[in-house]
């Protein structure tokens, strides 16, 4: 059975740091498209970062550009999301998804482009 379950998440000042997880069970990432979505309390549910299964580096939305890292261990079956520089507007429940596609070298944060989804974290940005 496939699971993506997120960990890493909660309280952090403004200014610091969050490591996520996204440990994948059932599947191999190798052959997935990843990606990190947001939502906030009242907002829609908006795309962070994400790597194709066959491209070589990730593309991050504006919100994320210079401050987050999306990485994957294949080995470990593992993907991560380093968040630096976190403000107050980062707050939100964060989800990892994942699409079938391995032959990919292209992704996208669209969030219907992908079919399976972890329960999501919580990440609180607040002094």
């Known amino acids: 059975q496939l699971q993506l379950v997120e960990s890493g998440g909660g309280l952090v000042q403004p200014g610091g740091s969050l490591r996520l997880s996204c440990a994948a069970s059932?599947?191999?990432?190798?052959?997935?498209?990843i990606g990190w979505f947001r939502q906030a309390p009242g907002r829609e549910r908006e795309g962070v970062s994400c790597?194709?299964?066959?491209?070589?580096?990730?593309h991050y939305a504006a919100s994320a550009k210079g401050r987050f890292t999306l990485s994957r261990d294949n080995v470990r079956n593992t993907v991560y999301l380093e968040m630096n520089s976190l403000t107050p507007e980062d707050t939100a429940v964060y989800y990892c998804?994942?699409?079938?596609?391995?032959?990919?070298?292209?992704?996208?944060?669209?969030?219907?482009?992908?079919?399976?989804w972890g329960q999501g974290i919580q990440v609180t940005v607040s002094s």
């Open positions: 790597m194709a299964a066959s491209g070589s580096s990730a």
């Open positions: 059932g599947i191999t990432l190798d052959y997935y498209t």
């Open positions: 998804a994942a699409d079938w596609s391995p032959s990919a070298v292209f992704c996208t944060v669209v969030p219907g482009q992908y079919r399976y």
